[in-house]
């Protein structure tokens, strides 16, 4: 597990074999297939682990949180501790996802996380009709990991990153009328 798991993190699930994965850890390839029979079973139990091992932050701990900007000043650095911890794995699955459906399934269960950050972060903010869509699309790209990346590559820390996210919700969701020029 431990091989399979260095290896995604380095090279991805898409490139990382099974002879690979014996390699790493020492052992033949009939030893892997005995363990994990199908690519489906060893992705399933890297994930499992992996996750274990690197919790994301859970937004069931948010909601407790009344004020929605008070909410997006807590969750969004935690948020951002989690993507930096993880970036290296997180950056190979999210490439690979496209290329390996089996992959897809696995994510199941980190989308459905992600939504429920999404929804999390978007309750409770006094809004409606278009600025209701605008503020939906900023608390989506403020919570992806992509955006993250993009923004930590300037290089900015994450209390600088949270700050221009968190500005940004803030500002989608303000008392102005909602904009249609850029």
């Known amino acids: 597990m431990d091989a ?27 030893t892997v297939y005995r363990y994990f029979p199908d690519e489906l ?8 682990t992996y ?10 701990d948010w909601v407790k949180i009344a004020d929605p900007e008070e909410r997006l000043a807590l969750a969004l650095p935690e948020l951002l501790r989690y993507y930096r911890r993880t970036a290296p794995m997180l950056s190979r699955i999210l490439r690979d996802v496209s290329v390996a459906p089996l992959l897809r399934q696995i994510a199941g269960p980190r989308l459905q996380w992600a939504a429920r950050v999404q929804q999390v972060l978007e309750a409770g903010w006094n809004v409606r009709g278009k600025r209701r869509r605008l503020l939906r699309a900023a608390i989506v790209l403020a919570t ?7 923004l930590a590559a ?6 600088e990153i949270a700050a221009v996210l968190s500005g940004m919700v803030v500002a989608t969701a303000g008392s102005g009328p909602p904009s249609s020029s850029p």
């Open 144 to 150: 992806d990991f992509h955006a993250w990346e993009s």
């Open 41 to 48: 079973s060893l992705l399933g139990a890297c994930s499992g």
């Open 51 to 60: 996750r274990r091992r690197n919790p994301p932050p859970d937004p069931e």
């Open 4 to 30: 399979a798991i260095e290896l995604h993190t380095s090279i991805g699930p898409a490139r990382t074999t099974i002879s690979d994965i014996a390699r790493r850890a020492g052992v033949q390839r009939l």
């Open 154 to 159: 300037n290089p900015l820390d994450d209390l």
